[in-house]
């Protein structure tokens, strides 16, 4: 079996907990239930960084100096094959982004940051249809009865 650089072993200690911490209640939180049976549900935007490094440094210990080491007693591990000096780190940013409510037959998106018009323009949508389908019913309605007439 191949020896594991030590670098790899602060990696794969670093991605494993990061592993431990993504999961898909992280972006889209738990629903909360209020009291009139609007669910509300929150979104977050989540950021993970990560970083690795380290170095070797110094002359690596020769075959007679491990030999020396296990004759005075020391593991026999390789620890002295590479002196080596490393860190690794990660951070994670969770930031609340939307909140979607539903209830009463409606799914809205409610954003955070309100400032966008985009945003507006869509909220709008629905109500702008539902006076576009009563504008064409009663069209329909008035050419009916201009038929019967």
């Known amino acids: 079996m191949a020896e594991q650089h030590p670098i790899?072993?602060?990696?794969?200690?670093?991605?494993?907990s990061i592993r431990e911490m993504v999961d898909v209640n992280t972006i889209?939180?738990?629903?909360?239930?209020?009291?009139?049976?609007?669910v509300i549900i929150p979104i977050s935007k989540v950021t993970f960084g990560f970083a690795?490094?380290?170095?070797?440094?110094?002359n690596t210990v020769s075959e007679e100096d491990k030999k020396?080491?296990?004759d005075e007693g020391e593991n026999g591990e390789?620890?002295?094959?590479?002196?080596?000096?490393?860190?690794?780190?990660?951070?994670?940013?969770?930031?609340?982004?939307?909140?979607?409510?539903v209830g009463n037959?409606?799914?809205?998106?409610l954003p955070v940051n309100i400032n966008s018009t985009l945003d507006k323009?869509?909220?709008l949508v629905p109500d702008f249809m539902c006076r576009i389908?009563?504008?064409?019913?009663r069209k329909i309605a008035v050419k009916k009865s201009e038929d019967i007439e």
Do not use: W
Not at 28 to 38: H, L
Not at 133 to 137: G, H, L, R, T
């Open 52 to 58: 690795a490094g380290g170095g070797e440094y110094g």
């Open 121 to 123: 323009v869509l909220d």
């Open 133 to 137: 389908e009563n504008i064409c019913k």
């Open 105 to 109: 037959g409606n799914i809205k998106l």
């Open 8 to 16: 790899e072993a602060l990696m794969k200690t670093a991605m494993e």
């Open 68 to 70: 020396d080491r296990d």
């Open 78 to 101: 390789d620890s002295g094959k590479f002196p080596f000096a490393g860190g690794s780190g990660a951070g994670v940013s969770i930031n609340p982004v939307a909140f979607m409510v």
């Open 28 to 38: 889209v939180g738990d629903a909360v239930q209020a009291p009139d049976g609007t």
